[in-house]
Each structure stands twice: as C-alpha cells, then as structure tokens.
Nanobody
Framework: QVQLVESGGGLVQAGGALRLSCTAS????????MGWYRQALGEKRELVAG???????SYTDSVKGRFTISRDGAKNKIYLQMDSLKPEDTAVYYC???????WGQGTQVTVSS
C-alpha cells in the first residue's frame, strides 16, 4: 500500500502563489507516475498535472505556464508550485499515485478575488 499526505494549501489573493507538497510512504517503489488532481465544489475531479519517470510532465490547459509539478525522489515527495493564482483555481487538491490509484486526503486551496 501507498500512503500520501498533502500539505501547503491555504487562502491566497488572486495573483498570489502557493506550493503544495505531497509525501509518499509505504510501497513507493511501485510508483512510476504521480499527479495532482483538484475538485471544485459541484465539479468533477480533474487531473491538473502529472509527472512520470524521466520527469516527463503534463498539465491541463488551464494551468499551463502557471503551475509546475516536480519531485524529489530522495525525499519521496512531489510538489505543485502554483503561481498567478486565479479564483477559478479554488478547489480541494489531491495528490495521487497514478499507477495504483492511491489518493491523499486533500488540501484546500482558496483564491480570493
């Protein structure tokens, strides 16, 4: 099993920045791909960013150029740097093991206008 714990959410004004962190523990050698999802109130959960072995990354169109996903393999962590935040980025953000379907508990990000 894999355990994922997020941190770094909060309240920020539009145009501001936040950095989310996710720490993985457990059977982490089985993880080849990780990502960040988000779910806004009343909306479906969407994949915001993913990172694969070899540090290949992908982003949903709405965050390209503003968000950056990265990882520190030695510390079993992934990060989501979120810049130029907009009110429409408000959501609960979840760290995910894209290979095995494990999820963190989520962290709230609120962007005020």
């Amino acid at each position: 099993q894999v355990q994922l714990v997020e941190s770094g959410g909060g309240l920020v004004q539009a145009g501001g920045a936040l950095r989310l962190s996710c720490t993985a523990s457990g059977t982490i050698f089985s993880i080849n791909a990780m990502g960040w999802y988000r779910q806004a109130l009343g909306e479906k959960r969407e994949l915001v960013a993913g990172i694969w072995n070899g540090d290949k990354t992908s982003y949903t169109d709405s965050v390209k150029g503003r968000f950056t996903i990265s990882r520190d393999g030695a510390k079993n962590k992934i990060y989501l740097q979120m810049d130029s935040l907009k009110p429409e980025d408000t959501a609960v953000y979840y760290c995910a093991d894209l290979d095995n379907g494990y999820w963190g508990q989520g962290t709230q990000v609120t962007v005020s206008s």
